[in-house]
Every structure is written in structure tokens, then in C-alpha cells.
């Protein structure tokens, strides 16, 4: 049941999670101020190398209007310049950027609050010689996908079942239609939509044979050496196992996508299909595909993988992307010994995202989500990656 949240006493400027991370694009101070729980922050919140957040919940400001003492409240809040106030929808945000804005402090209310931030999704075209491929991200999470388009159809890679109509209307707008939706490899951290454009297009459901393997029976099974034709382009599937035993890539021309094997800043984590247990065996096999796998690529290949950290510095064009030849240079594995490698990756791996044994399930196919189930599991930051950037 949704919390009745009073009135702002004078109605604050908003800001859109658009143009929020536009500012966080073009590294522009941002001072942050959180009034939803402690627990509910330290979760899940909105970060950045130019962000200062402070956390002060509701109640300090609800209490501070009565007893006068809302100046006293305000000078908790780290940093300088205007105060944008963040909650979960929206609504006890706009309350306390009004309480400010009454009190005379520069203060806007972050619209649709978390879940607007999560709902927040943007395109880039990434340049490719061999058809036009659009990078989606996701900034609440890290999630990257993509869109392949040639004479007319479209595949989706790694799609998320919760922006389906964005993934039609852009094919739409370039006069294709969705012909095929595939999975580098069954997610933990995101409900696929897959299943959810193949219902509403009628295209191809693809997972690699590797994946089908884990008991997923409704989706179509490619083979390591089979190609897929996409209008005049073909897409090269590149078995790049070491995250999960299906984890598989595909090259557009140039353009290599990754899924999760390699990031921009680091490598996959290799626990969350078989556990701790079976983690080792997996970092051996991600220590083959970066070693050998990827050996047959070229070093001008442009790397797009599945995730980003906030920490990720994109390309000059803005697209989260980097030729492999800088990746072999700057990320472990490519040159390591294989048995070091995998002490590297195992011995700090980070917590699990949030959830991932029942968003596994749900990508499985063996449980059901409705909607909003399926957009609440995969709330939170990405959890993908073996190490954080500052420790490659």
C-alpha cells in the first residue's frame, strides 16, 4: 500500500532522470540529498564521481518543520550548489525540495524519484562497418543492450523484458521489424526479454546450445558455428564461456559483442551458475576465452560489452565501448598465468546482485514474474564483474 506523503509546502523545481544524467555525462557537480531509509541507500542509490550524496530520511525533515529548525537539518547536507532530493517515487522528495525552496535553499525534487531512475533507458549508435548497431544503457543498473539493424530486420541482444515497446518503436523508426531476440547467456541481474518480444513480434527466441543445456525449453538453440543472417549482415556467435557455461558473443563486422566476459574496466565475475564450489573451474575457463578464445580477434575489434560501472569511462563518441587491443593492455587474464588469474578472480569476489537465484529462475523459464514483480527484482546496481575498476 502506497504511503500518503503531505503536500509540499511550496512546489519545488523538478529534474527529470534524463536530465539528470546528463549532467552526470558531462561530469557537472551534483549534490545529492536522499531522504529515504538507510538501508534502502546503502542497498541501491544513485553514484557518481561527481555526485556528494548525503542521506537524512523523511522523518528528520517532517520533525524539522515543526520544531524550526529546518537551517540546522540543511547544513547536514555535504557539498555546495543546489540540492536535488531524492526518494523512491517522487513524492517525499518533492516535500522536503519544497520545505528547502520555502526556506530559501536552491532545491529540485528528482521526478518519479528511484523508480524514475530506473525506468531511464538511452541509445547510442556505436559505429560499425556492416550494419547500424545501437548501444541501449541502462544507468540505474549498468545494463547494457544492443540492436542490430540490416535491410529491414532487427535483432535484439540481451534485451530487458521491461523496455519491449522502446525495442520496437526504434526498429519501427528505422522501417525494420524484430526478427530475432537472443541472450549472450541466462542473466542474473535482469529480467530478459527474450520471451516477451518474441510473444509481441513473433521473432526467433535465441539462447547458444550451451545455455539451452541448463533446462530452458522454449527458445530457439544456436549452435557454436552457426551464423545468423540479418538482412545483408550475419552475426558470428563466439563461444566466450567463464561467466556462465553459455555465455556467448557475437561480431557484427567490427564490433564485438561481449556480453559479460569482458567489461570495459574488468572481467566476469565466475560464481553465479555454479556457486563458489564451482567458481574456479569457470575462472579457468574465462582465463581460456580471454587467452586463447579471443586471440583470433583482431586489437582494432571495438569490445561492447553487457555491463558498465559508474566508474567506466566511455568513448569519445559516448559509447561504452573500447578497441580489444587497449582491453589486452589494461585488463587481467589477457596476459596472466592462467592459476594466478584465478586466484585473482576468486578471492574477492563481490556480493551477488540483488535476488539472482529468483531472476535466474524467472530466465530459466522454471518461475513466472508479473511486471511489476519482474521490474521490483531487478532493482539495484550491477554486481556482474569479478573486481571493481580500482583494483584492475
Known amino acids: 500500500m502506497a504511503e500518503d506523503y503531505p503536500d509540499p509546502p511550496t512546489d519545488p523545481p523538478s529534474l527529470s ?5 546528463a549532467k552526470l555525462d558531462t561530469g557537472e557537480s551534483v549534490r545529492l540529498l536522499d531522504v529515504r531509509d538507510r538501508d534502502e541507500y546503502e542497498q541501491w542509490r544513485i553514484r557518481g564521481e561527481a555526485v556528494t550524496a548525503t542521506q537524512l530520511p523523511f522523518m528528520k525533515f517532517l520533525q524539522a518543520k515543526v520544531t524550526g529548525e529546518v537551517d540546522d537539518v540543511v547544513a547536514e547536507v555535504a557539498g555546495a550548489g543546489p540540492i536535488t532530493v531524492v526518494c523512491g517515487r517522487g513524492e517525499a522528495s518533492a516535500f522536503v525540495a519544497g520545505l528547502l525552496t520555502e526556506h530559501g535553499v536552491e532545491a529540485q525534487n528528482l521526478s518519479d524519484g528511484m523508480e524514475g531512475w530506473a525506468r531511464l533507458y538511452e541509445a547510442r549508435e556505436i559505429p560499425c562497418d556492416a550494419a547500424t548497431v545501437l548501444q541501449y544503457r541502462r544507468p540505474s543498473s549498468g545494463c547494457l543492450g544492443y540492436m542490430i539493424v540490416s535491410d529491414g530486420s532487427a535483432a535484439v541482444v540481451d534485451p530487458l523484458r521491461a523496455f519491449t515497446d522502446r525495442y520496437v518503436a526504434d526498429a519501427a523508426d528505422r522501417d525494420a521489424s524484430v526478427t530475432r531476440a537472443i541472450d549472450t547467456h541466462v ?22 546450445e550451451r545455455a539451452v543445456a541448463r533446462g530452458v525449453d522454449d527458445v530457439s538453440a ?49 560464481d553465479l551458475e555454479a556457486g563458489t564450489d564451482g567458481a574456479r573451474d569457470l575462472a579457468r575457463d574465462l582465463h581460456r576465452t580471454l587467452a586463447d578464445r579471443l586471440a583470433a580477434l583482431p586489437d582494432e575489434t571495438r569490445v561492447a560489452p553487457g555491463h558498465y560501472s559508474e566508474s567506466t569511462v566511455p568513448a569519445d563518441d559516448g559509447t561504452f565501448t573500447a578497441p580489444l587491443g587497449t582491453l589486452r593492455d589494461r585488463l587481467p587474464g589477457f596476459a596472466m598465468d592462467r592459476e594466478a588469474f584465478v586466484e585473482y578472480v576468486c578471492d574477492d569476489i563481490p556480493p551477488r546482485p540483488a535476488n539472482f537465484e529468483r531472476v535466474i529462475a524467472v530466465n530459466l523459464g522454471t518461475e513466472t514474474a508479473d511486471d511489476d514483480t519482474a521490474f521490483d527484482l531487478e532493482l539495484g546496481p550491477n554486481n556482474c564483474a569479478a573486481a571493481p575498476s580500482d583494483v584492475v
Request: proline share 8%; charged share 20%; aromatic share 2%.
Open 222 to 270: 544456436l549452435a557454436d558455428d552457426e551464423p545468423l543472417q540479418l538482412g545483408s549482415a550475419t552475426l558470428e556467435p563466439r563461444p566466450l564461456p567463464g561467466h556462465t557455461t553459455g555465455m556467448t558473443g557475437f561480431t557484427i563486422g567490427d564490433v564485438l559483442l561481449a556480453g559479460d566476459s569482458v567489461f570495459l574496466d574488468s572481467v566476469a565475475r565466475p
Open 17 to 21: 532522470a534524463a536530465a539528470l544524467q
Open 187 to 208: 542473466h542474473a541481474d535482469h529480467i530478459s526479454g527474450v520471451r516477451r518480444l518474441a510473444e509481441e513480434t513473433g521473432a526467433e527466441p535465441i539462447l547458444s
